[in-house]
């Protein structure tokens, strides 16, 4: 899909993006998949002096993470950067694809992709760069929408979606480098804590 697109459906979307997002119903599902992440953060047994998130977009799922931590976010749209900066000063944010992401190798101790990895047109360069920019050992979040009758529905707001069975990502992730440590599926959503393994 073109690129220019693609921004500018995302920076169409920012105006909305939270309101849609404190409706009830959807509310209720994202409010599970958080607290699935956090389970899973929680249980990671990794300290993060800061914290790599990927797709960041409005800054919705940032309460994540503890207060006080710095975050470096990620995101293709400005207009989403700015609405993340507006709920949650003191952000770094920097305008990058998630398949080519501008710092060095090994880096990162911890980092994040909630939400995002049903966009991208292929997972390949997106596990590779996230693999480079992570330290030994390094921990990363990450969610993917499963291939079910309700994420197919998605496709009608205007996405092309990427859609797996959530039994064929813990392979994947392993041909990647990755070792996964735990994993929690809600209704859309399956989340997993990766371990980098050694280079």
């Known amino acids: 899909m073109p690129r220019k697109w693609f921004n500018n459906l995302w920076d169409l979307k920012s105006r909305w993006y939270h309101p849609v997002r404190r409706m ?4 209720w599902i994202l409010e599970q998949e958080k607290r699935n992440c956090r389970d899973l953060i929680s249980k990671s047994g990794f300290g993060m002096s800061f914290i790599l998130d990927i797709g960041t ?20 749209s400005t207009a ?14 920097v305008v990058a694809d998630a398949r080519h992401l ?8 911890f980092c994040s992709c909630i939400g ?25 979040l990450c969610t993917g929408a499963g291939l079910s009758f309700f994420n197919r529905l998605r496709m009608f707001l205007g996405h092309r979606l990427n859609l797996l069975p959530g039994r064929t990502w813990p392979q994947y992730f392993k041909n990647f ?4 440590l735990d994993c929690r599926t809600s209704w859309l959503q399956h989340q997993w804590i990766l371990k980098k393994l050694s280079s």
Not at 24 to 27: A, E
Not at 80 to 93: K, V
């Open 177 to 180: 480098g990755f070792l996964l």
């Open 102 to 109: 501008p710092f060095k190798s090994g880096c990162v101790e």
């Open 116 to 140: 995002v990895t049903e966009y991208l047109p292929s997972f390949d360069l997106f596990l590779k760069e996230t693999f480079r920019v992570l330290s030994s050992s390094g921990r990363f």
């Open 24 to 27: 009830p119903g959807i509310r």
């Open 57 to 76: 977009g409005a800054g919705s799922s940032l309460d994540l993470f503890p207060k006080g931590i710095p975050i470096v976010a990620v995101d293709r």
């Open 80 to 93: 989403m950067l700015q609405q993340a900066f507006r709920h949650q000063s003191g952000l770094l944010p």
